[in-house]
């Protein structure tokens, strides 16, 4: 006996709608990497960039580490792709072990390189698990960075925002206040700590929006190329992780290609989620891989182009 027709599933079949939706090509892009510690590790990063610069992003940025541990190769980084490669670069900057004369002789080092924008952070404890405690001479927190910054040179000037609340943060509200005062001391934009649901990121919006906050508001994309290590990420920063990705990933550690498909695939659909609420901009976080961010940008539209100096 046939069963019944389902009115819904007719409905739905009779859509004349594409298996795939692809966005019109209103994305920009943006993609963070990290100093190298080895030869090896300097190739992978290099062909990176190479890979990744002919999409047009807006900027790459290169991190500081903790305590200031990477700064001279940071500052290497950062002047090589300014002078190398068509694509804006940003500099990471962190109040951590370092006065304020430091910073501004870090900074002036920036400008005369030619950079001219600078992600402004409070940084993280040079020793994990202390306390972060304000360095003698230096700045309190990213706010007075921001400002500090500005008083020296027109920089862009992009700051850190958390969709779930910095761990240090005592509440939400508390945490928002904190992003209106880096906003407020010039900061152009908030680049989002990577999360795993749009409903994360498109609440918090709102109620940046809500509290007054009317800068460009990026989220970060974090493509899993490890769940183990994204789970330990999330662990440190407060990011949730929901159920159904340990589902989705499991029984993949060994089977690294499919792992990656599977990467892509969850990424390219937050993304797309998140374009359908109005996100135009993107952040992609890229452990110095370029594969997984160059698949999900063309998931995404994004295309080489001609690119000029």
Known sequence: ?????????????????????????????????????????????WQAIETLVPLGPRFVSVTYGAGGSTRERTHGIVARIQQETPIPAAAHLTCVEATREEIAAIAEDYWNAGVRHIVALRGDPPEQGKAYAVHPGGYENAAALVEGLRALHPFDISVAAY??????????????????????????????????????????????????????????????????????????????????????????????????????????RLCHKLYVGGVRQFHFYTLNRADLAYAICHLLGVRPKEITK
């Open 163 to 268: 969709p779930e609340c910095h761990p240090d943060s005592p509440d939400a509200e508390a945490d928002l206040d904190n992003l209106k005062r880096k906003i407020d001391a010039g900061a152009s934009r908030a680049i989002t700590q990577f999360f795993f649901e749009p409903a994360t990121f498109l609440r918090f919006r709102d109620k940046a929006a809500a509290a007054g906050i009317n800068a460009e508001i990026v989220p970060g994309i974090m493509p899993v190329m490890s769940f183990a290590a994204v789970a330990r990420m999330s662990a440190m920063c407060g990011t949730a992780v929901p159920d159904w990705m340990e589902t989705m990933f499991e029984g993949l550690d060994d089977h690294p290609a499919s792992r990656q498909l599977v990467a892509a695939t969850l990424a390219s």
């Open 1 to 45: 006996m046939t069963p019944p027709p389902n009115a819904a599933l007719e409905e739905f079949a009779a859509r004349d709608t594409p298996l795939f939706f692809s966005p019109p090509g209103d994305i920009d892009v943006s993609f963070e990497f990290f100093p190298p510690k080895t030869e090896k590790m300097n190739e992978q990063l």
